[in-house]
RNA sequence: GGGAAGGUUCCAGAGUGGUUAAAUGGGGCAGACUGUAAAUCUGUUGGCGACGCCUUCGUUGGUUCGAAUCCAACCCUUCCCA
């Protein structure tokens, strides 16, 4: 993997670089589409490339180890040929099931114990394991194991649970450097920086991630609940600390608004099943703010589901039509909304790279965020 | 023509003397969702000058301190027999 730079903007700290990996290149900032079990939900790879013009999605190791397993990802030859995507990936380790199914795990220094939610059965996650999975699924970037923390959480816990992240990332750095992919192209370790809401922790984790020297750095444990302002105060403090010629990845972020406030503040890449899961949800993201597609008063209204939209969907069905398939609980309403979402948010982070070259990032931004977080 | 069952709030359907503006489900309306256990979850769903009052369980009348619930008549629906 390797990144450049291509401008920063003039007016703020946001960069439009380039990744480029063994599967093709990625601009940045961008926005990565999720696709926990190999599939970015109710959307096709065809509709991800044409339509939505992703460069990059994701997949989750704990959810892919579980099913279908190891043993056919590795038949198959990889996440990248098993799916059909062929593109650049990057797999989550498992880390934000560590949070999320917090209540069926049990973390010890050795690692983290998951009662699978499928079927109940016992698996032992572990920095090296969980290393040596994402080697088997293949992904260009791999992200280290770690504990996403909750919100609320008490300063005694976040320091332990980050010492233990720390201590883990130790362990998958070893087992990395230790280990080679085997599908022929490289793969790339990205570190987790945790600390909760307490900047001295932050500050430590960021500066600890930082003296490894990896390919590219990630800020976890955000967006699970604090406050906006926390969200914002920390990522900005991280993104003075982390190296400036690595990409950033800001890890489950987040609303249209969340990624202009942090490509700002020098993010690069972001993740969020926000537009998908949203959208299925019945919730759109438009450039003029966002519609709640069951409401009522979108039922006699005939115009596009956003005129402004750069996918098929956008103009070809009407509000009406799509409210009607949200009312109808039919198949095609989540397929369209999932099409449209993603490809807003493509869209909207191409948009923000352009600003940044043109060097007027923030005014852009600012004008844009009022618009994004309009309800309409 | 004879017999049987039944008519409940938008719908289906509980309730069978007071704790019932009436269970539950559906539908409607609104909200939530941030490294996906999510095509999910939550709230709400008679009216009003609302910690109270008014109207409502086919219609009308009656019994009772009190009726969706008991009685009578009537109207209507479904099923069975002729």
């Not at 990332?169 to 490289?186: A, D, K, M, Q, W």
């Not at 307490?198 to 590219?216: N, Q, T």
């Not at 800001?250 to 020098?266: F, Q, R, S």
Request: contains cysteine.
């Amino acid at each position: 993997m390797e990144f450049t730079i291509d401008a920063i903007s003039k007016d703020c700290n946001a960069r439009a670089g380039k990744i480029k990996t063994d599967h093709g290149d990625i601009l940045t900032p961008i926005f990565m589409p999720v696709g926990t079990v190999g599939s970015v939900k109710a959307v096709h790879c065809s509709e991800l490339k044409e339509e939505i013009k992703a460069e990059i999605i994701l997949g989750n190791t704990y959810h892919l180890y579980l099913r279908p397993g190891l043993d056919i990802i590795q038949a198959s030859g990889g996440i990248q040929k098993f799916n059909s995507w062929n593109m650049p990936m990057l797999t989550d380790s498992g880390g934000y099931q560590v949070y999320s199914l917090g209540h069926n795990r049990k973390i010890t220094d050795e690692g983290a114990i998951f009662r699978s939610h499928i079927d109940g059965s016992k698996h032992i996650f572990t920095p090296e394991n969980v290393m040596d999975t994402q080697r088997v699924i293949g992904a260009d970037i791999i992200m280290a194991f770690d504990e996403c923390t909750p919100y609320p959480c008490d300063y005694d816990y976040a320091k332990n649970s980050m010492k233990l992240t720390h201590s883990w990332l130790e362990r998958c750095v070893r087992r990395f450097n230790e280990t080679e992919p085997i599908y022929g192209h490289s793969q790339s370790l990205f570190p987790i920086v945790q600390g909760s809401v307490y900047k001295d922790l932050r500050r430590e984790s960021c500066e600890r991630i930082a003296s490894y020297g990896l390919e590219g750095n990630a800020i976890g444990g955000l967006s699970v609940g604090e406050p906006i302002e926390d969200m914002y105060e920390l990522t900005d403090l991280c993104c003075s600390i982390l190296p400036k010629d690595k990409p950033r990845y800001l890890m489950g972020v987040g609303t249209p608004a969340n990624i202009l406030e942090c490509i700002d503040m020098g993010i690069d890449m972001f993740d969020c099943v926000m537009p998908t899961r949203n959208g299925r949800n019945g919730m759109l993201f438009t450039s003029e703010g966002i519609i709640n597609m069951r409401n009522e008063k979108w039922k006699n209204d005939f115009s596009p589901i956003d005129a402004n939209g750069t996918s098929s969907v956008d103009i070809l069905y009407s509000k009406a039509y799509l409210r009607h398939l949200f009312v109808a609980k039919e198949i095609l309403a989540l397929q369209i909304a999932s099409i449209h979402n993603l490809a807003f948010y493509l869209w909207l982070v191409k948009e923000a790279r352009k600003h940044i070259i043109e060097g007027d990032y923030r005014a852009w931004k600012t004008m844009m965020v009022k618009k994004v977080t309009n309800r309409l």
